[in-house]
């Protein structure tokens, strides 16, 4: 079950959720939290769907499917956000993850800083795994102040003591010739995935990632491994990408059907 906003172009939010576990041989349940203005440049608007009828989606579809895994996306509203935490706190048994996106790749904003802070109270602490990118991990804990001083251990650190389990530091917004994204899981346990850094800009590629890892985790795989998975299959639906408008390229989530793509993976510790 994902909540997200929609994307007309189909590059983001609920459309990339709906592709990627439908690929991946899951069944989608998406929940609409918001509806957006937007195309492959960027966000013109973002208009959330109000917190009773995202409640009435959501609990309808819990009394008549048995649901394997919770991912949460662009959220939209404070009120949301309550509504949201209130049906996981009833469904302890269902595991959470969260891409905490605050932004879009243009650098359009989905949340203040007041809705950012009782997103990370209020879910945060409940959920199995978090995939903040090196920028959104940095404003999360600094709690909007700007050019503050903080490193990735500083931010992990920091959502550990909230309660987060595992979190997945995504590397692409770092200056560096390949992409490395972190894990950390309970007990220290550090694992560095490194990556070809792809030609481009890419459309939803952090939808992709997180609902990736949600349909491999439901499907059976542990968290790291589904981490690892989700991460070689993201990079293939990148590497296979297509530019159907005048901004970002749009990752092919369907690249399987007619090429099974290249390990693009360096090297992993």
């Known amino acids: 079950m994902t909540f997200s906003a929609t994307d007309p172009s189909g590059g983001a939010g609920l459309q990339a959720d709906v592709q990627t576990i439908s690929s991946l041989n899951c069944h989608p349940v998406s929940i609409a939290t918001g509806f957006t203005v937007q195309d492959t440049t960027g966000v013109e608007k973002l208009i959330a769907v109000d917190s009773e009828l995202v409640n009435d989606q959501a609990r309808l579809i819990l009394k008549d499917m048995q649901i394997s895994i919770f991912k949460l996306g662009v959220l939209g509203s404070k009120d949301n956000i309550i509504a949201i935490s209130k049906i996981i706190t009833d469904h302890p048994d ?12 243009r650098g359009d904003k989905f949340l203040d800083s007041d809705t950012r802070n009782l997103m990370m109270k209020s879910l945060f602490p409940k959920s199995l795994l978090i995939t903040p990118n090196i920028l959104e991990a940095r404003q999360l804990v600094a709690n909007g102040v700007e050019n503050i001083d903080l490193s990735i251990s500083d931010c992990v650190g920091h959502f550990r003591e909230i309660g987060c389990q595992n979190i997945l530091i995504t590397g692409t917004h770092d200056n560096t010739k390949n992409v490395t994204n972190t894990l950390y899981s309970p007990i220290d346990r550090i694992t560095p995935y490194h990556w070809e850094r792809l030609p481009g800009n890419y459309h939803g590629s952090g ?26 299959f993201t990079w293939k639906t990148l590497k296979n990408s297509f530019k159907p408008g005048k901004g970002q390229m ?10 099974d793509g290249d390990s693009g993976k360096i090297a992993q510790h």
Do not use: K
């Open 94 to 105: 269902i595991p959470l993850i969260i891409d905490p996106i605050l932004a879009s790749g």
């Open 250 to 259: 749009i990752p092919n989530r369907f690249f399987q059907i007619s090429d």
């Open 207 to 232: 939808c992709t990632l997180t609902s990736a890892i949600s349909a491999y985790y439901a499907l059976g795989l542990s968290i790291g491994e589904a981490v690892e998975e989700a991460q070689l």
